[in-house]
């Protein structure tokens, strides 16, 4: 499954297959070992009950 940062003017949005949602900040971080950990803010109403993502390579 794809995951995609799209940057609109000053909006983001985060993409995970085909569902978008605007996101107010967004962080990557690296880790020596080569995984990538994403973490995204998102303010406001979002019709999120459970979310989670693992990206195995």
């Known amino acids: 499954m794809e995951i995609v940062i799209?940057?609109?003017e000053s909006r983001n949005f985060l993409q995970v297959g085909k569902e978008m949602i605007e996101v107010s900040d967004y962080s990557l971080k690296?880790?020596?070992?080569?995984?990538t950990?994403?973490?995204?803010t998102i303010k406001g109403k979002a019709?999120?009950?459970e979310t989670s993502a693992n990206l195995i390579m």
């Open 6 to 8: 799209h940057k609109e």
């Open 30 to 35: 690296s880790s020596a070992d080569g995984s």
């Open 37 to 40: 950990e994403l973490s995204v």
């Open 47 to 49: 019709n999120v009950f």
